[in-house]
């Protein structure tokens, strides 16, 4: 399968670097997914999304993010996120009470910290 270069750039810190075979984002106008020879294009990421990069080598990565931007040339997917963390980095506990909180950017990452929980779940 062909690869494509990726990166997941968050404002605190660099996530991830390296070749993968598929790389899926939610963004406002929806998910994408994004092979190698995609055309180019620019989207914003969804306020509360998850973005799944599958290395091609070891597992599926999944992280929750808080609004940025995926560029995707011919070649690479730079995924700069304003805020992105691991789905194992999530603390469900800390998570499903800050859904309860009056702190709306808690609370946004929350929903998003718990969406990546679940699809990092799924097969």
Same mark, same amino acid.
């Not at 995926?70 to 469900?92: F, M």
């Given at each position: 399968?062909? =690869?494509?270069?990726?990166?997941?750039?968050? /404002?605190? #810190?660099?996530? $991830?670097? @390296? %070749?993968?075979?598929? *790389?899926?984002? %939610?963004?406002?106008?929806?998910?994408?997914? *994004?092979?190698? @020879? +995609?055309?180019?294009?620019?989207? %914003?990421?969804?306020?509360?999304?998850? /973005?799944?990069?599958?290395?091609?080598? @070891?597992?599926?990565?999944?992280?929750? /993010?808080?609004?940025?931007?995926?560029?995707?040339?011919?070649?690479?997917?730079?995924?700069?996120?304003? +805020?992105?963390? $691991?789905?194992?980095? /999530?603390?469900?506990?800390?998570?499903?009470?800050?859904?309860?909180?009056?702190? =709306?950017?808690?609370?946004?990452?929350?929903?998003?910290?718990?969406?990546?929980? #679940?699809? %990092?779940?799924?097969?």
């Amino acid at each position: 399968m062909a =690869e494509i270069t990726v990166e997941l750039v968050a /404002v605190e #810190r660099m996530l $991830w670097s @390296g %070749q993968a075979s598929i *790389v899926t984002a %939610q963004t406002t106008e929806g998910e994408i997914g *994004v092979l190698a @020879g +995609h055309e180019p294009m620019l989207g %914003q990421l969804a306020e509360n999304g998850v /973005v799944t990069i599958r290395p091609v080598d @070891g597992d599926r990565l999944v992280a929750a /993010v808080q609004g940025g931007f995926l560029s995707v040339s011919t070649e690479k997917v730079t995924i700069l996120a304003d +805020h992105a963390v $691991w789905a194992n980095e /999530v603390d469900s506990s800390a998570a499903e009470a800050d859904l309860q909180s009056d702190d =709306e950017v808690a609370k946004s990452r929350a929903e998003a910290g718990l969406a990546a929980l #679940r699809r %990092q779940q799924q097969p």
